[in-house]
DNA sequence: GATATTTGACCCCG
DNA sequence: CGGGGTCAAATATC
């Protein structure tokens, strides 16, 4: 695993360049979001989509270094095998671009829930060897519409079936990030996405970091994996065992339940209470993405 | 009828 | 070769 300055390390721009960057796309989204609350024309709006999916591609690549799905597309067809393409000319009906999403950036986290303000569709579910519960594919609703190329899996925790591990691959440009994450918190009935400290060691490279008080976000991914460390005396924990929990307590019908594990419903309730010992964090994980994508790639999560 | 989910098949890639 | 990611027809739901 790689230092914190490692981590944070922006290795396509540097010094000045990258902090004019940073200022341009920034202000970039600040400015959109002023147009956007603006305007009525929809056609106007389409168009302001689209330069949104632009500031957020460019934020991918200055934090990551590498050119966002889009461009990435494009270079990776033009790598494609001839055998490749010649399958790819042929099989125009079933099958179409199968590109795999693992080589891009990921981030993974462990939530009570997975509803996490936006708007998901699956196509896909399958039993993974090896594993108890099924895993479901999910990809951006808008994929087609606003060529949003998020997905997710989502996947029941096998060490706490109440949990659901989720990974999220690709950016959100059907909306801004900071958007959602507005809409997220004032949404009346906001599902909550936790992160959960020490509920789940799926991470093989444990940091070992005290933090206090409340870490800024940044630091909570760095630390997603830090420890069965309880938290200091009027917890983050504490926070977030607020009365949102109530929208947790939700059936999600999507999701198979494990093999041989205790009831859906019951399960979520009680992985509520029976999280005491773990850390949650309440976070957003599509913000995460805007300002963190990298800090899990770099954690040793996940191999790319 | 539109939209979402299920599920078997297809195919990439290690 | 087999696991896993994706597609798309069939089916379900609203």
Same mark, same amino acid.
């Given at each position: 695993?790689?230092?914190?300055?490692?981590?944070? !390390?922006?290795?396509a721009?540097?010094?000045?360049?990258?902090?004019?960057?940073?200022?341009?796309?920034?202000?970039?989204?600040?400015?959109l979001?002023? @147009?956007?609350? @603006?305007?009525?024309?929809?056609?106007?709006?389409? @168009?302001?989509?689209?330069f949104?999916?632009s500031?957020a591609?460019?934020?991918?690549?200055?934090?990551?270094?590498?050119?966002?799905?889009?461009?990435?597309?494009?270079?990776?067809r033009?790598?494609?095998?001839?055998?490749?393409?010649?399958?790819?000319?042929?099989?125009?009906?079933?099958?179409?671009?199968?590109?795999?999403?693992? =080589?891009?950036?990921?981030?993974?986290?462990?939530?009570k829930t997975?509803?996490?303000g936006?708007?998901w569709?699956?196509?896909?579910?399958?039993?993974?060897?090896?594993?108890?519960?099924?895993? !479901?594919?999910?990809?951006?609703?808008?994929k087609?519409?606003r060529?949003c190329?998020?997905?997710r899996?989502?996947?029941? =925790?096998e060490?706490?079936p $109440?949990?659901?591990?989720?990974?999220?691959?690709?950016?959100?440009?059907c909306?801004?990030?900071?958007d959602?994450?507005?809409?997220?918190?004032?949404a009346?009935?906001?599902s909550?996405?936790?992160?959960?400290?020490?509920?789940?060691?799926?991470?093989?490279?444990?940091?070992?970091?005290?933090?206090?008080?409340?870490?800024?976000?940044?630091?909570?991914?760095?630390?997603?994996?830090?420890?069965?460390?309880?938290?200091?005396?009027?917890?983050?924990?504490?926070?977030?065992?607020?009365?949102?929990?109530a929208?947790?307590?939700?059936?999600?019908?999507?999701?198979a339940?494990?093999?041989?594990?205790?009831?859906?419903h019951?399960?979520?309730? $009680?992985?509520?209470?029976?999280?005491?010992? !773990?850390?949650?964090?309440?976070?957003?994980?599509?913000?995460?993405? !805007?300002?963190?994508?990298?800090?899990?790639?770099?954690?040793?999560?996940?191999?790319?």
């Amino acid at each position: 695993m790689g230092s914190l300055e490692k981590e944070i !390390s922006l290795p396509a721009a540097s010094g000045s360049l990258k902090l004019v960057t940073e200022e341009l796309i920034m202000k970039g989204q600040e400015m959109l979001n002023k @147009l956007e609350s @603006l305007l009525v024309d929809e056609g106007v709006k389409k @168009l302001l989509a689209e330069f949104r999916g632009s500031v957020a591609r460019a934020r991918t690549f200055l934090e990551s270094g590498e050119p966002s799905e889009v461009c990435q597309d494009s270079d990776r067809r033009s790598e494609i095998s001839s055998r490749k393409r010649k399958l790819e000319t042929l099989k125009q009906g079933k099958g179409g671009s199968r590109r795999r999403m693992s =080589s891009y950036p990921s981030r993974r986290v462990t939530s009570k829930t997975h509803e996490d303000g936006f708007s998901w569709r699956k196509y896909g579910q399958k039993e993974i060897f090896g594993s108890k519960c099924p895993r !479901s594919y999910f990809r951006c609703t808008h994929k087609h519409d606003r060529n949003c190329q998020a997905t997710r899996q989502v996947q029941k =925790s096998e060490e706490d079936p $109440s949990f659901y591990v989720i990974t999220y691959m690709g950016e959100h440009t059907c909306r801004d990030p900071i958007d959602a994450s507005h809409e997220f918190l004032l949404a009346p009935n906001h599902s909550p996405c936790l992160i959960s400290f020490g509920a789940s060691d799926h991470c093989e490279n444990i940091q070992q970091q005290p933090f206090a008080s409340f870490p800024s976000l940044k630091q909570e991914l760095d630390e997603e994996v830090i420890s069965n460390m309880t938290p200091p005396g009027g917890s983050p924990s504490d926070f977030f065992m607020s009365s949102e929990f109530a929208a947790l307590d939700v059936p999600i019908p999507e999701m198979a339940p494990c093999k041989g594990t205790v009831s859906e419903h019951g399960d979520e309730a $009680s992985g509520l209470h029976s999280s005491a010992t !773990s850390l949650e964090m309440e976070i957003m994980p599509e913000l995460l993405s !805007s300002y963190d994508i990298l800090n899990f790639d770099h954690v040793g999560f996940f191999e790319n």
